[in-house]
C-alpha cells in the first residue's frame, strides 16, 4: 500500500474532526483542526461557501474519515467490508467490530502504542505474540479470549512505557482487560457498537458500498 508521509493532522483538517492519528498525544496536544477550522490547501477556507454537500459526497468522506483513523488502504477496507457483508447483525456495526479486531488496533486500544500507526511498527517487528506465538500480520483478527502479549525485546522499549503511561490518563473500552505489569491483555467479549469509541455514521459507508 502507499504510504502517506505527509503530516497527520492534515488529513484530520479534511475531515473536519480529530481523527487521534498520533493516538494519545492528541489527548495533551492542541489539534491543528482547532486552529485552523478549515481543509488543507489553497482553496480550503473557501470550500465551505460552495454548495451543500450531496449525500454521496457524505458517504464518501465518512468512508475516508474510518478508513484514515484505522489507517489501512483502500483495498484492506474494502475487503474487510466485503467479509463482514454476510455476517449476521447489523453489516456497519459488524465492520466497526472487524476493524477493532485487528491485532494493530488490539495492541493501540491495550495501550502499548501511542497510535495505530506505532502499534503496527510493533507488529512488524515481531515484538507481539498473540497465545504465545509471534504474530507479525497487523491484519490479523484477534478473538474473544485470545491474550496478546508483548515478546521480551518489545517489554523493555521506552516507547512502550510512555505510551502506557500516556494511557493510563484516557478511558480504557471495557471489552479488553490488560495486565500492564505483564503487557498483555485479551479480549473478554465480542464489542458492541456503543463500546467503540469512534465517531462514525458507519450507515453511511454501508450506503456507498451498496452503490
Sequence with gaps: ??????????????????????????????CAVEKRAYAPGQHGQTAGRRRKASQYSRQLREKQKVKRIYGISERQFRN????????????????LIALESRLDNVVYRMGFAASRKAARQLVHHRHVEVDGRVVDVPSYRVLPGE?????ASGRELESVAAAMDLAARGQP????????????GR??????RDAIPVAAQEQLIVELYSK
Design 80 to 95: 474487510t467490508f466485503q467479509r463482514v457483508l454476510h455476517d449476521q447483525g447489523v453489516t456497519g456495526e459488524n465492520l
Design 147 to 151: 491474550e496478546v502479549r508483548l515478546g
Design 187 to 192: 479480549i473478554t467479549e465480542r464489542p458492541s
Design 1 to 30: 500500500m502507499g504510504r502517506y508521509t505527509d503530516a497527520s493532522c492534515k488529513l484530520c483538517r479534511r475531515e473536519g474532526t480529530k481523527l487521534y492519528l498520533k493516538g494519545t498525544r492528541c489527548m495533551t496536544e492542541k
Design 173 to 184: 473500552v471495557r471489552w479488553i482487560a490488560v495486565d500492564r505489569e505483564a503487557r498483555a
